[in-house]
C-alpha cells in the first residue's frame, strides 16, 4: 500500500493563479481531510468528506474548493491563489471515527 | 465547533528528564487522539482515547484522558533525543478532526 499520497510535493504560483493539489489514497478509507499549517498556527481544517460525494467545510475554507467522486482522490482546489495562501498542505485519511489518521507528506506551496 | 487548547506550547527537556503536555477544552468531548510531527515531517498518529479516566501506554509515553472528557494528557519518561518534535492532540467529530496548537519538544542531550 502506498498510504496517502500528495502531488506536487512543492509548487511556486503567482497571484492569481488557480492550481489542484492532488490527493489519492489506496486503503478504501471513507474520511479525508485537508490542512495547512503555518507557523506557529498548528494545523487548520480547510474541508473534509466522509465519503465519496460528500464534502464539508472546516475553519477556513474560504479560497479553496473540494469534491469527492471517488473513495480514492480528494483533490483540492486554489481558485485565485493569495500571498496568504502560502503554507504547507496536508491532505489525511480515515478508516472511520474510530481510527487515527494517515497522513500524506505534504505540500509546500509559495504564492508570490 | 469543539476547540482543544494545549499547554504548553514549547518544552525545553533535559535528557532523561520527564515531561507532560496537555489538552483542555470547555466542551466535553467523544475522542481524543494524539498525533507526533517530527521536524520537517507528516504528522503521524499515535493513539485514541475514548473513555472516561483511561490510560494507555506505549513504552515511555502514557496517554491519559479525563474523566469528565474534558483534558487530556501525554507524559513522556526518560526523554531521548528520538522524542523531539510537536505533538498535537485532535478531536474527531464525525470526521471533522481538529487539532490543538500543540507543543514543540526541544531535548538537550
Known amino acids: 500500500n502506498a498510504g496517502v499520497t500528495q502531488t506536487p510535493k512543492f509548487q511556486v504560483l503567482k497571484t492569481g493563479q488557480s492550481m489542484t493539489l492532488q490527493c489519492a489514497q489506496d486503503?478504501?478509507?471513507?474520511?479525508m481531510s485537508w490542512y495547512r499549517q503555518d507557523p506557529g498556527m498548528g494545523l487548520r481544517l480547510i474541508h473534509y468528506?466522509?465519503?465519496?460525494?460528500?464534502?464539508d467545510q472546516g475553519e477556513v475554507p474560504n479560497g479553496y474548493n473540494v469534491s469527492r467522486s471517488t473513495t480514492e482522490d480528494f483533490p483540492l482546489r486554489l481558485l485565485s491563489a493569495a500571498p496568504s495562501q502560502t503554507s504547507v498542505y496536508f491532505c489525511?485519511?480515515?478508516?472511520?471515527?474510530?481510527?487515527?489518521?494517515?497522513f500524506g507528506s505534504g505540500t509546500r506551496l509559495t504564492v508570490v | 465547533g469543539q476547540q482543544v487548547m494545549q499547554i504548553p506550547q514549547y518544552q525545553h527537556v533535559q535528557e532523561g528528564e520527564d515531561f507532560t503536555t496537555y489538552c483542555n477544552s470547555s466542551t466535553t468531548l467523544s475522542n481524543i487522539q494524539w498525533y507526533k510531527q517530527r521536524p520537517g515531517g507528516h504528522p503521524v498518529f499515535l493513539i485514541q482515547?475514548?473513555?472516561?479516566?483511561e490510560v494507555k501506554k506505549q513504552k515511555r509515553l502514557t496517554f491519559q484522558f479525563g474523566e469528565a472528557k474534558k483534558n487530556s494528557s501525554l507524559h513522556i519518561t526518560a526523554t531521548q533525543t528520538t522524542d523531539v518534535g510537536t505533538y498535537f492532540c485532535?478531536?474527531?467529530?464525525?470526521?471533522?478532526?481538529?487539532f490543538g496548537a500543540g507543543t514543540q519538544v526541544v531535548v538537550t542531550p
Open positions: 468528506s466522509v465519503g465519496a460525494g460528500i464534502t
Open positions: 485532535a478531536t474527531d467529530s464525525w470526521g471533522k478532526l481538529q
Open positions: 489525511a485519511s480515515s478508516y472511520s471515527r474510530a481510527y487515527g489518521y494517515t
Open positions: 486503503m478504501n478509507h471513507e474520511y
Open positions: 482515547l475514548v473513555k472516561s479516566g
